[in-house]
């Protein structure tokens, strides 16, 4: 028999709250045993919690029977006060009862994705969830765990399998009906070459996605003592880098996460473009022009204590505006890191460049390495398709397609993935 | 009373090639069968191969079966159907000749000493403790501890024309009530159906509006070792139904055994009636209909997709609508016979039933439907029934080797909706899986496990040294595009020097082209050549699937215990226990293949897993 796992949903107590989940067989008989009653399901009442004659908590509990539940199992949650006696003292009465035991890490989406509640990329979805830090992962994130990729790539795989379903035809039951194959033979080439370039769209979409998940990376650079990680701090709003009068302090790359009006950002603060010989600072200034060439903006910065305009495709700001500083190119933006002028402008033309990039209202679907991979290797496959020199060699190119589209949800195969996404959740989830 | 090693019941296409099978093996058999003229007797379309079906001849053929070499010595025509889709599924298609096809199956199976073949009606199985230990006939009883039952249509047979029926496996032949004894048994029994078509007088037929159909010059057999009969190739002729004919049959639908509500088992939708047909296709204008003669010295023709179960009168009145039949006599009436089978998921890999040890099925009792099904099925559970009585290894054959394979895995996993037909799209390992291939992927097997007689193996070993001398030449001769280009041979100039190997895929580089550049190509016959051409052409994908290959047979090498109750299983859900009971997989590569299971629940079974002796499952 499938065990009954519990564990506690809700974060560390001292809380004001404190949710336990209890999933399996015996859910409802442990609340019948704690309650002495099973509410009516779907519902929050109120119960008191005894468990060896002793009163443990007076609780809001609901149930859900499977398998329309969250886990597919018969599923109960009791909402606690969240002392940590109190939390302690019922999940030690829960895995007490018959059958019951502490949950292992993911172990509930498993059992969720085990009774076909949810597909893979749900499962990713969820956990991306449970990390979102901005408006557009949280909105990203919702549509991934919602079943939209999964439905995308169920739709993509259907349409697979229709022009699959139709070379096979030609294959097999040529036979029959000698006209099936060649009537199918121009129009199939033509279907084949449309939809891989549809695909195209789709994958370059993917790294809008990936942005939006991973968070977009800028570059802060710049010669040394100009106010750089002045100004990563100032952005951040918190004092991440150190800061001082001496050139060279930065010695390695520092990342600082950022919100820019909903979408996630990582400030990059990187050590002073400068010639030296110091053996460690080298190193941090290779680092710093690695950083910024794989950085999807670069903010190149002066000081008013000594201008200078590099050629860049990246921002231009000159720091410490509140110093005079003489003609300075209009596009250049004057800012001061010590009294905080310009920066709201700063934070303005930030933003509207993460916009513009990420375009947050659109969620975006292929946020996952994964995902790119398997679309990527299906237009291969469907692009071999619309080439193939043979109908059979057509065929298999189109089955490969197709089982591209079923690896998103988990259609086909076991692979490791599965474990490395499981690991990913926290108890209780 | 005598003593048998294997007794095999039923002379179909599956008993004969598992008597062979097992005689192959040194077993003692009897094949016990209803009337004496049963073995060879092709109860429908006198037609031995096709597309996928052709694929198993061949592999019969390679693990040292029958079928092939007397479908060779019966043929009337052969052709290569598919010629132009790609060798993987090039398939070889034979017509015969009934009476030939009767008397070389007649003459192969006495070759074997140990084969005796017993004239009687098999009315029982004798079971000492749960095990088989013999049948009951109406000629007596017979001992052996193993048992394989082939009998084909005649479990619960009815045959309908119209609205009549009648007991029996096909016309003139009785049926069995042997189901009963199997549902006993405990194994699912459960109906299905199938059809005929109507046999014409080949004289009322006017041929001379007809358009022929020849066979293919180069003549193709099954069979390296295989004999021609020696009597020139016949066509077949062609013609077409109409809106008329289509009119005829709608106004009598609702006199059809099918349609007139007399039969609700599932038949084959591949192998439609000319009935299903104008209900499904209504919309097309005709449908190609052949007409195959049935014999050299044979007036009976037979219309090649015009299955039916209409009255007598309704045949009659649409085939003459037909052009070239308009005087055409009927000499046996189309039919419909439903019949019993037994669920395959109630069967081991080896096509023993797992509820009773000793008891093998193959053929049509197994749901499936054709000859060469049968037949490669028969191999199969005859060799298992000799090795179970002899104590010898037995013959598992996996997806990835053949398509017996693909087949015997489907039936025991999914078990069956419709009668179970052999395509190449059933197999996922299509590219390797070729007729072409069927020896070098088979005859080792089937040499290691005595089913290949000697002669055929030492043939195969000298082929497969010449097959390695040519595979060297080729990878030793080398051409820049250049050098090509100077004997007017285009390709595109990319400095790119190559194997002649690797030039073989290139559709310039011509075998005649090759035999110009390189001379030393003449010890390398025109065949060969082919069939290594075909290997360079797949080479790129075959090498992608081999990755596929060595997964599967991983899972392949995880053993689920056999008498493992899903149900125990942590983390399985209800609908996964379920499923996996009823399909009761041998591995966990087997348990990835059944209908709905989700990766979750192979991982639930992953700890209950034990590795097998990995020569095993290779
Ligand atoms: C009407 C009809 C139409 C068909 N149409 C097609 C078609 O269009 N295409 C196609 O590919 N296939 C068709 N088939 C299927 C094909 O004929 C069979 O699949 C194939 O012959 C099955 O082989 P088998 O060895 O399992 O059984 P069979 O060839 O049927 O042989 C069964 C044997 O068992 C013997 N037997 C039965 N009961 C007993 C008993 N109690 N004791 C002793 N002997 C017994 C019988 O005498 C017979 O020799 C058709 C079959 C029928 C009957
Ligand atoms: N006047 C003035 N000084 C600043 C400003 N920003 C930074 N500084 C000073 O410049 C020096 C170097 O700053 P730092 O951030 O370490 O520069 P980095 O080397 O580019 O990272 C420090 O002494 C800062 O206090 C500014 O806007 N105005
Ligand atoms: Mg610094």
Redesign the interface.
Known sequence: MTDTIAALASGRPPAALAIIRISGPAALAVVQRLAGRVPPPRRLSLCRLHHAGQLLDEALVAVFPGPASASGEDLAELHLHGGPAVVAGVLDAVTAQPGVRLAEPGEYTRRAFANGRMDLAQVEGLADLVSAETASQRDQALALAGGALGRLADAWRERCLNVLAEAEAGLDFAEDEADVAERLDEAAREQLTAMADELAAVIADATRAMRIRDGLSIAVTGPPNVGKSSLVNALAMRDVAIVTAIPGTTRDAIEVPIDLAGVAAVLIDTAGLRDTDDPVEAIGIARARARAAAADLVISVSSAEAPAWPDTAGLRLLNKCDLAAPGVPPDVLRVSAATGAGLPALRDWLADWAHRLTRPGEPALLAHARHRAAFADAKAALRDAALAPEPVLRAEALRLAAHAFGRIAGRVGVDDVLDRIFSRFCIGK | MREYDVIIVGAGHAGCEAAAAAARRGARVALVTLRADDPGTLSCNPAVG???KGHLVTEIDALGGIMGRVTDAARLQSRL??R??????H?P?AQVDRALYRAAMAAVLAEFPGLSIVTAAVEGLVLDQGRITGVETSAGHLAAPAVVLTTGTFLGGVMHIGSQREAGGRVGAQASDLGAALRAMGLPVSRLKTGTPARLDGRSIDWSVLEWQHGDGDDPRFSRFGQRNGHPPIPCAITRTNAETHRIIRDHLGESALYGGHIDSVGPR?CPSIEDKVVRFGDRDG??IFLEPEGYDDISIYPN?LSTSLPLHVQEKFIRSIRGLEQVAIMRPGYAIEYDHVDPRALTPGLAARAVPGLFLAGQINGTTGYEEAAAQGLVAGANAAALALGLPDLIVDRTQAYIGVMIDDLTLHGVAEPYRM???RA?Y??RLRADNADQRLTPLGEALGLVPAAQAAAFAAEQAERERARTLLNSLTATPHQLASHGIEVRQDGQSRSLFEWLRF?AVTHEAARRVWPELATVSDDLLASLAVDAN?AA?IA?QEAEVA?LRRDEALALPAGLDF??V????K??VERLSRARPQTLGAA?RVPGI???????LLPHTSRRNPELAA
Do not use: D
């Open positions: 096709g597309i996928g159907l598919n132009s889709k790609g060798p993987a599924v398939g298609r591949y449908h190609q997709g395509f190449t799209s996922e299509r590219l559709p797949y994908y992608r997964a149900a125990t942590a983390g399985l859900s609908e996964m990835s989700t990766p979750a629940a192979l991982i639930a």
